[in-house]
């Protein structure tokens, strides 16, 4: 077995092993092994007692049939049999969920409400004596059936429970949870794809994306759709729109009332929508910063249609509804009616959102089916008769009802699997791929490649193949007599693996979650589906290995429309960015990080490119999914891991030139300062340099002719002598023996330029991991500390311990670099250090130790304490010694006290590192 099913088995077996409660949550992705894991529990059961009886359900038939067949091959009594006679019975959910229409009493159990045939099979697994339950996944019993679950447990309180499931638990929501901490406790044990990618059990694979712009149809109708909102944002600026006008309104709400009334810090905490949709119209030029407020990545971006309409339904509700100015019932009346273009509405208790017509055109874009084509063509050319590519889409046939206002823009068919198969015929380089399309209801492709799949078909099950009917319906011919989709399913993966279809097109409901082909070699998701569960399934479908294909590297592609005509014309990628928040991918520099940063290091999850560079990326795109060796090294499948994922800090500084060579990253090392600058002073570690070279220049230069080399002296230079005066080379330059003192002059004022400027980040971040450990914050401080800077400048900082130490220390750091705001306290460090004597000639190292001894400072910097040690003094008192550890001597000083209140008034809205942040999730 694979290591993580051995794991998963071993805490397993803790869990069960002298329980009186004997349950387990196992976490395992799609192609990990969580039938064999299970099957392998069951197994164990049943060696230790014959008369044990195992019941697993599962969610679907093909997964129920999946499990039917391995247990055989193990050599378990499996059956699908409702009477539980086999050693092993699998079922699905629905045989047991089944409910009669005619129990409606709300005070009646759910059990009380199943259908006879249902309670039979409930009593079953009920009174069997030893009994082991495997729940197959347990996910979909959270969404559709988890309070008939609870009271079959409960039923079964002496079962032996094993919950299998891919959905990683972050995904769940809070009453999911609950419903799960209830049921099975806590998670026994997990593993992530990138652990059983780098053991070599799933494929390495990349994630693309393709940009794509609506057809022009499309777009002509979403800049006509846009145009009553782009005149409502074009009026709000008209003088006299509205008693108090809706710039004055932001203003008067988010600006002028900091820090008067309150703090940025409390308002945002308060209203952080509104605060953060503020900021992005300051970042627009809109409105001014408050005191105390920084714009974070998610700022640093245009309004979007939602940060509009929020802050447009705080002015409407609080003041215009409310007011009786003739002029403000004119406003209401105008955006009442600009709002429906961007999918909301106007009711008495605000703006709500409503239906989006426009999410709807660029979800189904007929665009998305000819950039797959491209995608399919690129793919084959890359990879020849090894590709595989899996198409899926929400549903095989689109609504036949399709809204008014879209006549003549998208059919009915729009966005469906049976458009895809359409264009995929329709496309010379990728028709030669005998594109098939494969749902519950239908198989269909060309009439020759069905021709050819009922010649394959009659080499398995001649019987089967006699009944088979091609019907030809113009250029989609179809082929459903004779035949069910429980059937047909099977026959055409396997008439796709061996390469008689090149290009499969289907549903996610089809063919996603228990359905495998592991020769996939590309997927082209083109649903709507944003669930981490349902993208971890989708994404599955192609990460399995295939023993004929060692070598395999998988590619997911993520076809994405995006429109700048409309303000929701981002839509679909904000889509995107759902999809992959929690789901990891390797990016260009070889780091497993979550969200759409693994696609590209420029994607931001808070906007997408501008439409102008989409052909830039679709091309870097192409050229990243033809190396797939490439690829496979990013992943450096094999070597240790520790399978936890880590907030790291990424920073980029707005000055400055990058210390990284643009091949390599430079690690960084913090490092104490060799100088501390004090009120009193400056002391200093850093060696004074020799000047003792004197005498035995002066020497030299008497015995030795003009021009004539006397000596060589290591480690200093060459010794010349130049008529009666000696000279040094040393390095190109001719330094004269007597400007000995210029040289420790020179090297004085040096280390007072230390003293200026702004300390290096590797140092702050030290300050903040040891405060952080000395406040009892995290397990880990400084010497935990994984810093360096990547080709292009970009610092990255993590902490490497557990995953709340990282989340803590990534979010400190952050704000101890930030911008002064409105934090509990400041901690200074001095600066910009002054001799008592500026003009004085230093001509000894002991005159130059005693210079720097009495050089005081000219300045006091001040910076935030993070507000995770600012929340009372003691944690604020850490800080301050860890700062004058890493950074140098300072002071500390709470902003509510009158002197502390006086700086942070003076200093607020400093920006002393000038620096962008970007938080990441770092698997290692």
């Excluded at 099979?121 to 679950?149: A, K, N, Q, S, Y």
């Excluded at 589906?529 to 192609?542: E, F, I, M, P, S």
């Excluded at 060589?712 to 190109?732: C, I, K, R």
Aim: proline share 6%.
């Amino acid at each position: 077995m694979r290591i993580h099913q051995r794991e998963a088995l071993e805490s397993l077996a803790r869990a069960w092993d002298g329980s009186d409660r004997p349950r387990a949550w196992v976490v395992l992705p799609p192609g990990a092994g969580k039938t064999r894991v299970g099957l392998e529990a069951v197994a164990d059961r049943l060696r230790a007692d014959p008369a044990v009886k195992a019941v697993v359900l599962a969610p679907n038939t093909a997964i129920q049939s999946q499990w039917i067949a391995e247990a055989r091959v193990m050599g378990l009594d499996a059956s699908d049999d409702r009477s539980l006679a086999a050693a092993l019975t699998c079922l699905t959910y629905q045989s047991l969920a089944v409910f009669d229409s005619e129990a409606t009493d709300a005070a009646v159990t759910v059990v009380d409400r199943l259908h006879p045939n249902g309670v039979a099979l409930f009593d079953r697994i009920r009174t069997e004596p030893d009994l082991v339950l495997v729940l197959d996944e347990c996910h979909h019993l959270l969404e559709v059936w988890g309070r008939l679950l609870a009271e079959l447990l409960e039923a079964v309180s002496t079962a032996h429970v094993l919950a299998l499931t891919a959905t990683p638990p972050e995904s769940l929501t809070a009453e999911q949870r609950a419903l799960v901490d209830e049921l099975f406790g806590s998670i026994r044990y997990r593993v992530s794809v990138p652990a059983v990618v780098k053991e070599g059990h799933l494929a390495p694979f990349d994630e693309l994306v393709w940009l794509t712009t609506p057809t022009p149809t499309e777009e002509d109708w979403l800049t006509g759709e846009a145009l009553r909102f782009t005149e409502l944002t074009t009026l709000l600026t008209t003088p006299g729109f509205g008693s108090v006008g809706f710039y004055e309104w932001l203003t008067a709400r988010y600006v002028d009332p900091v820090p008067a009334t309150t703090t940025w810090a409390a308002l945002a905490e308060r209203e952080p929508d509104l605060c953060d949709a503020a900021l992005r119209m300051h970042h627009a030029g809109l409105l001014g910063l408050p005191v105390g407020a920084r714009l974070r990545e998610e700022h640093r971006h245009p309004p979007s249609a939602e940060d509009w309409v929020g802050l447009l339904g705080d002015w409407l509700l609080h003041h215009v509804a409310v007011s009786s100015d003739v002029r403000d019932a004119e406003v209401l009346a105008t955006v009442k009616a600009a709002l429906p273009s961007v999918g909301y509405a106007w009711t008495r208790r605000g703006v709500r959102r409503g239906r989006s017509t426009v999410d709807r055109v660029l979800a189904r874009s007929y665009a998305k089916p000819g950039a797959a084509a491209q995608i399919i063509a690129a793919e084959h050319a890359a990879i020849g008769v090894r590709a595989r590519v899996l198409v899926l889409c929400d549903h095989e046939r689109a609504s036949a009802t399709v809204p008014v206002t879209l006549d003549g823009v998208q059919d009915a068919e729009a966005g469906s699997a049976v458009a895809a198969l359409e264009a995929l015929l329709a496309a010379p380089d990728t028709a030669v791929l005998q594109p098939m399309l494969v749902t519950g209801s239908v198989v269909a492709a060309s009439e020759s490649t069905l021709r050819d799949l009922v010649a394959f078909v009659a080499t398995r099950d001649p019987q089967l193949a006699g009944r088979l009917v091609v019907s030809s319906e113009g250029v989609v011919a179809t082929c459903t007599a004779g035949w069910t989709s429980r059937t047909w399913v099977g026959h055409v993966t396997a008439f796709f693996e061996s390469g008689g279809t090149q290009v499969l097109v289907g549903t996610r409901g089809l063919l996603g979650e228990g359905w495998n082909a592991r020769g996939v070699s590309t997927l082209i998701d083109l649903t709507t589906a944003t669930t981490l569960t349902a993208v971890v399934q989708t994404r599955g479908r192609a990460l399995r290995t295939d023993p004929t294909w060692p070598e395999k590297v998988a590619t997911n592609w993520t076809v994405v429309c995006v429109s700048e005509a409309h303000p929701k014309g981002d839509n679909d990628w904000f889509r995107l960015v759902r999809k992959h928040q929690g789901f990891h991918g390797v990016d260009a520099d070889g780091d497993i990080v979550d969200g759409v940063a693994h696609i590209d290091a420029s994607f931001s999850p808070f906007a997408p490119p501008p439409v102008a560079s989409f052909d830039g990326y679709n091309a870097r795109m192409l050229v990243a999914a033809a190396d797939r060796d490439a690829i496979r090294d990013l992943w450096r499948v094999g070597e240790p891991y520790q399978d936890v994922t880590l907030a790291s800090l990424r920073v980029r500084r707005s000055a400055g030139t990058s210390l990284a060579p643009p091949d390599r990253v430079v690690v960084l090392t913090p490092v104490a300062p060799t100088w501390r600058l004090t009120s009193d002073g400056l002391s200093t570690e850093a060696a004074v340099p020799d000047t003792s070279w004197r005498t035995p220049l002066s020497l030299a230069a008497g015995t030795a002719g003009v021009g004539g080399v006397a000596a060589v002296l290591p480690g200093v230079g060459q010794l010349v002598a130049a008529g009666a005066l000696g000279v040094l080379a040393a390095g190109g330059a001719v330094i004269s023996g007597h400007r000995n003192a210029e040289v420790l002059t020179a090297w004085v004022h040096s280390q007072l330029a230390l003293t200026t400027g702004v300390p290096p980040l590797e140092a702050v971040a030290a300050a903040v991991a040891d405060a952080l450990l000395a406040a009892g914050l995290t397990g880990v401080g400084a010497s935990a500390l994984a810093a360096d800077v990547h080709p292009g400048g970009e610092y990255r900082f993590r902490l490497v311990g557990s995953e709340a130490d990282a989340e803590v220390f990534a979010a400190a750091f952050d704000e101890a670099i930030a911008p002064v705001g409105a934090p509990r306290y400041l901690v200074s460090r001095w600066t910009s250090a002054q001799l008592r004597d500026p003009g004085r000639r230093i001509r000894t190292r002991a005159g130059a130790r005693s210079a720097l001894a009495a050089a005081a400072p000219s300045g006091e910097a001040w910076h935030p304490v993070p507000t995770v040690l600012g929340r009372n003094a003691t944690s604020a008192g850490h800080y301050l010694a860890t700062w004058r550890t890493w950074v140098g001597d300072g002071r500390l000083l709470a902003t509510a006290r009158p002197e502390g209140a006086g700086i942070l008034t003076a200093v607020s809205g400093e920006d002393p590192f000038a620096a962008t942040t970007v938080m990441r999730r770092q698997w290692s």
